[in-house]
């Protein structure tokens, strides 16, 4: 069964630095990776998605991921943290495999943007 | 338009009522999907429908009942619920469960209280 960890359930940036936040998956084919962002008493949103092709993929807001499958990873980052970045952000995959296409989804980490 | 809509926003039940959650979608998708997320942690999948028929059911508890009654509408009914069972229920939808990318748009959610 695949999986995916988020390292850090809290991180913290001050406004205008990098944000950088970790997934990391784990299945002996790689998944389809996204990238969720769900802010205070809302539901989730799609920030960006990995499928095929390009492994640096770019999402909505100034966020990217880049995939890289030597370290099963496919972590989110922003040049310049803005306030409204707060919120948690979660990592899910999506099996290759037909019939299991539900997502599974990362602990989540939440991100605070100090002024 | 990528929009799911969840109602009620918000519910307060007792464990001896009936009440039901709905979803609805109007963007052709026929896959749809229910999930449980409680506080500060990621969403947990219960149901999945996939052209009306459930698809997967995660030894969700029977006092969860979905239904589907068109390819627009989910609908979850609730019966007899434990205060454990006070959660943010999520609806989902995507294009088809087998498609190749099955990308999820999700709804803002029911913040059930169950007293």
């Known amino acids: 069964a695949q999986s995916v960890t988020q390292l850090g359930s809290h991180v913290s940036v001050s406004e205008g630095a990098l944000v950088l936040l970790r997934c990391n998956y784990s299945?002996?084919?790689?998944?389809?990776l996204f990238w969720y962002v769900q802010y205070p008493n809302q539901g989730l949103q799609l920030l960006l998605k990995?499928?095929?092709?390009?492994?640096l993929v770019k999402g909505i807001n100034g966020f990217e991921a880049e995939f890289k499958k030597s370290e099963t990873s496919f972590h989110l980052t922003k040049p310049s943290a803005h306030m409204s970045d707060a919120a948690e952000y979660f990592c899910?995959?999506?099996?290759?495999?037909?019939?299991?296409?539900?997502?599974?989804f990362g602990s989540g980490t939440r991100l605070q943007v100090q002024p | 338009d990528t929009e799911v809509t969840q109602t009620p926003k918000h519910l307060v039940m007792g464990m001896t009522n009936k009440k039901s959650l709905k979803c609805e979608q109007h963007?052709?998708?026929?896959?749809m999907y229910w999930y449980k997320q409680k506080a500060k942690k990621p969403p947990e999948l219960m149901f999945v429908?996939?052209?009306?028929?459930?698809?997967i059911n995660e030894s969700v508890p029977s006092r969860f009942s979905p239904e589907c009654p068109n390819s627009s509408l989910l609908n979850l009914h609730l019966h007899a619920l434990q205060p454990e069972d006070s959660a943010l229920y999520l609806c989902?939808?995507?294009?088809?469960?087998?498609?190749?990318?099955?990308?999820?748009?999700f709804g803002a959610g029911t913040r059930l209280s169950v007293l």
């Open positions: 990995y499928t095929t092709g390009a492994t």
């Open positions: 989902a939808s995507s294009q088809d469960v087998d498609r190749e990318i099955n990308i999820q748009y």
């Open positions: 299945s002996s084919v790689p998944p389809y």
């Open positions: 963007m052709g998708h026929r896959a």
């Open positions: 429908y996939s052209y009306e028929k459930l698809s």
């Open positions: 899910a995959v999506s099996d290759r495999k037909t019939g299991r296409r539900a997502l599974t």
